[in-house]
């Protein structure tokens, strides 16, 4: 499982591998879920796409543990390939080991192992796989289009932030008296994420501001 941002949950995919039998509801244990017998859970949580799949942590600690006959499964093919370039070293890996490429959803959530080595299944993977990074740069050639159009016009200003004004000072004095960023987040509704750019420049390594009299 793989997550970009911190603000971001892997609980949905989660959820596709309890669906999937890998993973067992649980209670009392953190999140919910652990393992089924006989599984490795690996994830990376707040690891950017734009580093290739082979380099993440998580993949690291896979590597450590595969073994021919191993299945590496995945919930959807984009939180471990992100383009045609990175989907070919990660079949190169699992070819290499010995071990099958499972994914759970999506167009190609049909093939039992993507890391086969037979023409038809590369042939599927590189047109599937091509037209969807052809998809994604449509879609941020026209974001990027649409923001410029709407700067020239003095209409774009960016997301505002979740807590400003009144919100935003309450959640600096509160810092100041000791409150968690997490319980911070819980209080007000948001994110863990929009509680750090509040505190942006009070957070280690930023400098500290003079605490606000009362």
Do not use: M
């Not at 021919?68 to 390939?81: A, H, I, N, Q, Y």
């Not at 997301?159 to 911070?184: C, K, M, N, T, Y």
């Not at 994420?193 to 606000?212: F, I, N």
Request: with cysteine; aromatic share 4%.
């Amino acid at each position: 499982s793989r997550v970009s941002t911190a603000a971001q949950s892997l609980l949905r995919q989660r959820h596709i591998l309890t669906e999937a039998g890998l993973l067992v509801r649980t209670e009392g244990v953190a999140e919910g879920f652990r393992p089924a017998d006989g599984v490795l859970l690996f994830e990376d949580p707040a690891t950017t796409s734009k580093i290739p799949a082979l380099d993440r942590p998580a993949f690291g600690k896979i590597a450590a543990k595969a073994h021919p006959g191993d299945t590496l499964t995945v919930s959807e093919l984009f939180r471990l390939c992100r383009d045609l370039l990175d989907i070919h070293a990660v079949r190169n890996w699992c070819q290499a080991r010995g071990v099958a490429l499972r994914v759970l959803s999506g167009p190609l959530s049909n093939f039992h192992d993507l890391a086969a080595g037979d023409a038809t299944t590369a042939v599927i993977i590189n047109v599937i796989t091509a037209v969807g990074q052809f998809q994604r740069d449509i879609q941020n050639e026209l974001t990027v289009e649409g923001i410029a159009a709407a700067e020239a016009e003095g209409r774009y200003r960016g997301r505002p932030p979740a807590l400003d004004g009144d919100r935003r000072e309450d959640v600096r004095a509160a810092f100041h008296e000791g409150a968690s960023i997490a319980a911070l987040a819980r209080a007000h509704g948001v994110s863990r994420a929009a509680v750090r750019t509040a505190l942006a420049d009070l957070l280690p390594g930023q400098g500290v501001l003079p605490r606000p009299s009362a």
